[in-house]
């Protein structure tokens, strides 16, 4: 059983490795790339949710309903940031920039979580700190677009503002949290979408298939694979394997993009997903320290 909940988790981190390539054959703009992913993957997610007699429990839990529809909004604005910080700077550099939201949540727990700020989650600090220099300074040499780098800054941001929201959603977990957020973050960016455009955008016929891949494999598929076998897994392995997403996305676009990264800013990349990781690492040791002294 743990066999196979691994394999699912893994799929779906693939599958979000790969959103940055997609998006890149669909030449359309970052929110409304956004908001026709966020559309398909929540009518397919909420069909999966229900078919699988899911039921919401909004009349018992409304505390809950209330973080995660805040949290669904800060995911709406994460991925238009970040997809438009892909169409500025690349999958590679965006998707590092984007991880950077982990180590947000890292430094920040002290005040939120009331976790101890240890010398080796300074030090993880330190290290992705040293890395978005190297990323960002090597990227800045080179005439990359400053906007682009903001937008995979405040991306990293809103990922941060995006989770502590939802950790505080106690009883509503799984698919059921995993519906709701994707239903709101579309309707945040439809939102934004109709005040920006009033609906009325092209879309590009050769865009259309890699639009039903974002939205129904990508998306819907994606976030499925990836929340139903959590509970199953150890804290450890979510939290080690989760880097899988940046590293494949990095490796993807310099596959099948030709993206090419220096030394200086494969150095970078080192120093941020491993300074994320001894964050978890250090977090998850802690947790189980506890859980034996108890």
Excluded at 84 to 109: R, T
């Amino acid at each position: 059983m743990k066999n196979k909940a691994l394999i699912k988790y893994l799929t779906a981190l693939l599958l979000f490795g790969l959103n940055g390539i997609v998006a890149s054959h669909i030449a359309m703009n970052s929110y409304e790339i956004v908001f026709l992913r966020t559309f398909i993957g929540s009518v397919l997610l909420a069909s999966l949710f229900l078919l699988t007699k899911g039921r919401f429990h909004l009349r018992n839990n409304r505390r809950d309903y209330i973080f995660i529809i805040f949290s669904g909004i800060a995911m709406g604005a994460s991925w238009m940031f970040l997809y438009e910080a892909y169409q500025q700077i690349g999958v590679s550099i965006a998707s590092l920039l984007y991880y950077c939201g982990p180590v947000i949540i890292m430094i920040m727990s002290p005040l939120i979580f009331k976790e101890k700020l240890t010398v080796p989650k300074i030090a993880g600090f330190l290290a992705v700190i040293a890395g978005i220099i190297l990323v960002n300074g090597q990227a800045s040499a080179e005439g990359l677009n400053i906007r682009g780098l903001v937008c995979g800054g405040m991306s990293a941001l809103m990922y941060f503002f995006m989770v502590t929201l939802n950790k505080q959603s106690k009883e509503i977990t799984g698919m059921e949290n995993a519906t709701v957020q994707l239903m709101i973050s579309f309707l945040t960016t439809a939102i934004f979408v109709g005040i920006k455009e009033h609906f009325v955008f092209h879309i590009p016929t050769e865009a259309i298939p890699w639009i039903l891949m974002l939205g129904i494999l990508n998306t819907g598929i994606g976030c499925y694979l990836y929340f139903s076998p959590l509970s199953k897994l150890p804290v450890q392995t979510v939290a080690i394997c989760g880097y899988l997403e940046p590293l494949s996305a990095v490796i993807f676009a310099a596959l099948l993009l030709n993206e090419k990264m220096t030394l200086l800013q494969v150095i970078g990349a080192v120093f941020i997903i491993g300074g994320a990781m001894t964050g978890e690492l250090i977090k998850v040791s802690t947790r189980r320290n506890t859980d034996i002294s108890e």
